[in-house]
Structure formats: C-alpha cells, structure tokens
C-alpha cells in the first residue's frame, strides 16, 4: 500500500509540474498576445497616433519628395548644429518643409511627450523590432473602430496628392526628424517649458521614437 501511495504522489508531482509549466506557457502567449489588445483600449496609444499624424500633416509632400530640396534641408540641418544658421535658412525650412522649423520641433516634443507617456505603460515595446512593433499596431488599430476611422480620415490631409496620404506624410516627418535630430533637437527641447525631463525627451526621440515612428507609419494603411 505505501509502495501505491508513493507512486500516486510522485504521479500527481509530475502532473502538477507539467501543469505549471504549461500553465506558465499559456500566461506568456497570452501576455504576448495581449499587448496589441491593450494598447487599442488605451489613450496613451491614441495620443501617440495623434502625435505622429499632427508631424506629417503640416508637410509638403511634393516638396520634400524632391532629392535637391532633402539635400538642402541636410545642409540646413548641419548649419543649425553648428550654430551658424542664418534667418534665410529658416525661411528656407518653413518653405521646403510647409512648417516652421521651430513648429516642426514643438511637434516633435508632443510626439515625444506621448511616447513617453506609453513607453512607461509597456516597457517591453523598447525591445522589440520594427516589424513586431509595427505588427502589434496594425492589430491594436483594426481592433478599434475609432482608431481605423481616424486614420482612415486624418485630419490636415484634405486636398494634398498622395498615394497614401498618411504613410507618405508620416514617412516624411522620420525623414525630417533624422535629418533634424542632435544636438540643435535636443537644445530646443530642453530650453522648452519642460526643462527637468527636456534631455530625456531628446534622447527618446532620438532612440526609440524614430523607431517607433517608423513602425506606425509601417502600420498605416495605403
């Protein structure tokens, strides 16, 4: 009998080992799984969406799908760095670009202030590549019919010729925030009325929100 009662409990061990363990498994899919649901359900996802299109929608796309014009902004851009841009440079941004240099940099610390905001909520996002992140946000905004309606209708695009109006737009505000990212990006940040977190800001833009900014634009549709 203490032989079948030994057996029993080493059979209900295993039984409960393997239990855990897929158990286990089943928590990690499901957190896995979860993400794009959460992020559809939260604000913070909405505001960072929001962000990204009030970069774009202000842009020129005729212009700035011009190879001369992005290489004068380049220039531009290493004058500012610098410190030796002029006035005419500036004008010259607000003409290529259709924004002001400064309004394109107020819109760049929104975005950054939003992914902030949402980096904080799911860490894990910092670790993961541009197609699971531009993946899980495809999935978040088809599972939200706001959001599939806000992309879908962006405002500020009205009128302007594109194939994909919001891709293309959201295409070019990572061009631009490559081009104008450093140290001028982080000066202009910093000096802002958020000046105890100005140069974490910076450098989130600069690390993961070119990143995350390309993901979005990667998970708009055409």
């Known amino acids: 009998m203490k032989k079948y009662f030994q057996r029993f409990m080493m059979l209900l061990i295993v039984a409960s080992s393997l239990s855990f363990v897929s158990c286990q498994k089943q928590t990690a899919a499901i957190a896995t799984e979860?993400?794009?649901v959460k992020l559809s359900k939260d604000q913070a996802f909405k505001d960072v969406?929001?962000?990204a299109a009030d970069l774009g929608t202000k842009l020129d796309i005729q212009s700035l799908n011009n190879d001369a014009n992005i290489a004068e902004l380049r220039s531009i851009a290493a004058s500012i760095n610098n410190k030796t841009a002029?006035?005419?440079d500036y004008n010259r941004v607000?003409?290529?670009t259709g924004v002001a240099y400064d309004e394109f940099i107020l819109d760049l610390q929104k975005f950054g202030l939003a992914l902030n905001t949402l980096a904080?909520?799911?860490?894990e996002m910092s670790k993961m590549?541009?197609?699971?992140?531009s993946a899980t946000f495809t999935k978040a905004i088809k599972a939200n019919p706001e959001l599939q309606n806000f992309i879908g209708n962006p405002a500020g695009v009205t009128g302007r010729?594109?194939?994909c109006p919001l891709k293309d737009l959201c295409n070019l505000a990572v061009i631009l925030a490559k081009i104008f990212g450093g140290d001028a990006l982080c000066a202009a940040i910093s000096v802002s009325t958020i000046p105890v977190i100005g140069g974490v800001l910076c450098q989130i833009i600069l690390t993961i929100g070119v990143s995350i900014l390309t993901a979005i634009c990667n998970a708009l549709p055409c």
């Open 120 to 123: 904080k909520k799911y860490p």
């Open 34 to 36: 979860a993400l794009d």
């Open 129 to 133: 590549n541009q197609n699971d992140l």
């Open 94 to 96: 607000k003409a290529i």
């Open 161 to 163: 010729i594109a194939a």
């Open 49 to 51: 969406l929001t962000s």
């Open 86 to 88: 002029t006035p005419q």
